[in-house]
Nanobody, 122 residues
Framework: QVQLVESGGGLVQAGGSLRLSCAAS????????MGWFRQAPGKEREFVAAITWSGGSTYYSDSVKGRFTISRDNAKITVYLQMNSLKPEDTAVYYCAAGDRMVIVTTTPEYWGQGTQVTVSS
């Protein structure tokens, strides 16, 4: 049984920062690519960022590139999303995801977390 548990969401003013964490348990997800998606009210879930199992490669959506940074700690089997220069349009529920390859985690992840709310006020 794989579990992905997100934390770190909250309310922040525009221009502020938040760091999301996703702790994984249940199997050897240290060998999995991991990523983040988000879903705003009335919109479809969209890809945000992903990182390979080694942490050597990362990939971002154009909307967050240069503002968000994904990283991971395989000893803790935890992935992070550092979000800087937040904008009101970043408001969404953020979901952690895992897949055995980057192409999987960026499109159809095998595992999902329950989500954490991020609200950016103007």
């Amino acid at each position: 049984q794989v579990q992905l548990v997100e934390s770190g969401g909250g309310l922040v003013q525009a221009g502020g920062s938040l760091r999301l964490s996703c702790a994984a348990s249940g199997r050897t997800l240290s060998s999995y690519a991991m990523g983040w998606f988000r879903q705003a009210p009335g919109k479809e879930r969209e890809f945000v960022a992903a990182i390979t199992w080694s942490g050597g490669s990362t990939y971002y959506s154009d909307s967050v590139k240069g503002r968000f940074t994904i990283s991971r700690d395989n000893a803790k089997i935890t992935v992070y999303l550092q979000m800087n220069s937040l904008k009101p349009e970043d408001t969404a529920v953020y979901y952690c995801a895992a897949g055995d390859r980057m192409v999987i985690v960026t499109t159809t992840p095998e595992y999902w977390g329950q989500g954490t709310q991020v609200t950016v006020s103007s």
